[in-house]
C-alpha cells in the first residue's frame, strides 16, 4: 500500500488551519478514520495515498483554487518533510541534498519514484509518481522540491525548465511560468525539473556536516525498518517504476534483483493477492497514457516490453476497449 508520513499529511492541515478550515471538520468530510489505536484523535504513523489524495481534492474544491498543490507547494517548510528535510537542511550543497532525496524521500512519502541525470551541463531530476496520484500531489511535490531550494540557496533561483504530463488553461499556466521564473512544458512524457548542472555545487546556507552525519545514520535505521515492513508487490512496484523501459522485464530477472528465487515471489505475491504479470500490466498501462502521442505506436510497443505490435494492441483493447490509434484521437481532440 502506498503511504506517507503522518507529518506530511498533517502540514496540509496546517495551511488549510491557516486558509480558515478547522482540521477536525475537513477530517469529518473526507470521512477519514486513520486514526493510531492508541489515540482516537491522533493520526497513524503513516498515511494511505487514497485519504491523501481525497484531502488534496476535497481542499481544492472548498478553497476553489485550480492550482491549490501549486499553494500547498510553495508553503513548504523542511520541516514538513521529517527527518528528510532535516537531513537536506545540513547538506552542503545541491547535490548533497538530491542524494539525500533519492535515497530517502520514501520515508516521506512512499508514493513516486525520483530520478536524477546529468548531460551536456544540464541536469534533471523526474518524477516518477504512482498512477493514482492525482493532478495536486504532482503539483505539490515539483513546486516544494524549487521553494524548498530557494529557501536554502536563494530565492531567485530559477529552474531552466519544468516540465508537466498534465495539461492546464493558458492563464493557470501563466501563474506557474511567473512563480518558476521558467518555461513550463504541459502534456509531457515526465514530470521533471531542469536546470544547468553548476547549480549542484552552490553551497547551502545551513551547512551542517556533524548534524548531516548524524542524520543520515538515523535515517538509514529508519529507511531498513520501513522496507521489513513494506510489502513485497510494492518493491516491485517501486523497480518497474524506476526502469528506463520495460524491456526485457521478466519475473526471474525481478525475482534476482530482490535476491529471491522466481518460486518464492510468485507464492509472496500470491499470498498478497496479485502477481508480477498483473503488476507488470499496471505499470504498462500507467506508462501508455503518459507515452502515447508522444512516441510512435511501433516504439511505444517495443518500450513496454511487448514482443510486437500485435501484442500491444490486444493488451491496449483489453485496457482501454478501443484501439492505441482511436484513443490518441479522441485524446487530441478532447478540449485541454
Known sequence: MNTLADHYFSSVLDYLQNQGLDSQTVLDAINFNEYSNKNAHQLASRITLVSYNTLLDYAQQTLNEPLFGFKLGQHIRTADFGILGYLIESSDNLASA?????N???LVADIGKAQFKQQDGTAVIRWLPH????????????????????????SGLSPSS???TFNWPQEQKAT?????????????????????????????KTDNASINFALKQVSEQQLSSFKSQQHLSEK???????????????????????????????RKLKQEHTSFLILLEQERKRRVTLWIGKLSLTDLALTLGFKDQSSFNRAFKRWFNCSPKSYFKNSSESPQ
Open 104 to 106: 530517502y524521500d520514501s
Open 176 to 204: 506557474l511560468i511567473k512563480w518558476f521564473g521558467c518555461t513550463i512544458q504541459t502534456g509531457t512524457k515526465y514530470n521533471q525539473i531542469t536546470f544547468p548542472s553548476s547549480y549542484l555545487a552552490l553551497p547551502f
Open 98 to 102: 538530491i542524494q539525500a532525496l533519492l
Open 131 to 154: 498512477s493514482n496520484c492525482n493532478t495536486h500531489v504532482v503539483l505539490r511535490n515539483m513546486t516544494a522540491w524549487v521553494s524548498v531550494i530557494r529557501q536554502l540557496i536563494n
Open 162 to 164: 519544468v516540465s508537466f
Open 236 to 266: 516491485i512496484i517501486h523497480l518497474l517504476m524506476a526502469k528506463i523501459d520495460l524491456q526485457e522485464c521478466t519475473l526471474i530477472r525481478t525475482a534476482n534483483a530482490l535476491n529471491i528465487t522466481p518460486r518464492t515471489l510468485q
